[in-house]
């Protein structure tokens, strides 16, 4: 490859084209509605992609390091500040209960895609894209960063995968919001949200959802020392959890599960975090600005992601990889409404279950707001935050299952 405009090692002029280029996407997501519907985490791709490719920015370097050490551990207790499980099981309601439905249509996808292409793909590269697949479609990027780092995935294999990734997302999207609209699905499913929505054909799901807020100083510095605590917590326990499990190679099946569980740091995160925001819920209730901190940190991790995609590397590999998570995406939707039509479950519940799945929780609130669903939109985002949860270990435990 050629050297690129910027030297790797000008990490200053690197991480303003970071940051500039993240920037550009969010605003891309929030100004216009083509751009909402394509997804902000597309758009970073996107552009991070043109800016290599073009060799303007160089594939690899130490500056992208602090990502995946820093911020994505960071993110995760911030995107989960609101986790109060009391309120995700009271207040999620239906949506909640359908969730954990579309995450089994999402392991049976899982299934299905490793059965049907591992042969094309090969292994180990099909049970490592099948477990961060597990993660990320029933929580999202961060838990695909987490099983990423957790297992050490190649860059060749991961890059790929999470421009197929979110580009079979930003299709399910529009899909799923064709179906709520469509005369066919409303006479076979009861649809009682649909009866009285009103959609402004002129608003941006993505602009309402990040709406400004009056966030304080204080604000930020309780998050950011949330956020610390909980690694510094979680290192710790990592620690306990390696010296009560120890070498557990020579243990029972489930006994070796659970320290591989146990004893991961991002688990150990997600669990802290947990915990730490149902027991505190009332005072972190005053806390403006931690989602968007963590979005935003999420953002910048999916804008470094596009760096190393080579194109040629994309078009070569991808194709196989839009297939896989199209597989898997595709079968949580017809699982989830098979299964829906024999529970008579609720059309615009199961459509906002199973975008808070392979999407997270701002894709729940968008379908629900751009669908005209205003009493969906919490229990979307709060399934969603459930699926940040759950989605690391899942996918942990996939990957592990499917490699032996």
């Keep these: 490859m050629a050297d690129s405009l910027i030297s790797p090692e000008n990490h200053t002029a690197l991480w303003a084209f970071i940051a500039g280029g993240t920037a550009i996407a969010i605003w891309l997501e929030q100004s216009y509605r083509w751009a909402a519907r394509l997804s902000g985490p597309v758009l970073a791709l996107l552009i991070a992609m043109v800016l290599s490719n073009t060799r303007v920015m160089p594939g690899a370097s130490a500056a992208y390091d602090f990502v995946g050490d820093w911020l994505v551990p960071l993110a995760i207790p911030l995107l989960l500040f609101r986790a109060n499980l009391r309120e995700i099981i009271l207040t999620g309601g239906r949506v909640f209960a359908v969730f954990h439905l579309s995450a089994i249509g999402t392991v049976i996808g899982t299934a299905l895609a490793v059965w049907m292409l591992r042969s094309r793909i090969g292994s180990p590269e099909t049970e490592q894209a099948a477990g961060m697949m597990a993660g990320s479609y029933i929580g999202g990027g961060v838990n695909f960063m987490a099983i990423k780092t957790s297992f050490d995935v190649p860059e060749s294999i991961a890059n790929p995968l999470i421009v197929a990734d979110n580009f079979v997302m930003a299709g399910m999207f529009v899909v799923m919001l064709a179906a709520a609209a469509s005369r066919w699905f409303r006479e076979h499913y009861p649809h009682p949200h649909s009866v009285d929505a009103s959609t402004d054909k002129e608003s941006n799901p993505a602009a309402e959802h990040w709406s400004p807020k009056n966030i304080s100083l ?71 600005g931690p989602e968007e901190l963590g979005a935003y940190l999420l953002m910048i991790f999916l804008f470094t992601l596009g760096l190393p995609a080579d194109l ?57 707001v751009s669908a005209g669903w205003p009493r969906l939109v919490v229990p979307g985002l709060l399934a969603g935050i459930w699926g940040y949860v759950i989605g690391t270990p899942i996918g942990i435990l996939v990957m592990e299952l499917l490699q032996k």
């Design 312 to 368: 040629l590397s994309v078009l070569t590999q991808a194709p196989l990889f839009f297939v896989f998570c199209a597989i898997i995406a595709g079968t949580n939707l017809l699982f989830t409404l098979a299964a829906g039509k024999i529970l008579k479950l609720n059309l615009e519940e199961m459509i906002v279950a199973v975008n808070a799945n392979l999407g997270g929780a701002p894709s729940a609130a968008a379908v629900a």
């Design 218 to 288: 204080l604000d930020v510095a309780k998050s950011f020392a949330f956020a610390f605590g909980v690694l510094a917590m979680a290192e710790v326990g990592t620690g306990i959890m390696q010296s009560i499990f120890g070498d557990s190679e020579d243990a029972s099946v489930p006994i070796r599960l659970l320290g591989i569980l146990f004893t991961n740091k991002f688990v150990l995160i997600t669990a802290v975090s947990l915990v730490l925001a149902t027991v505190l819920a009332k005072p972190f209730s005053t806390i403006n």
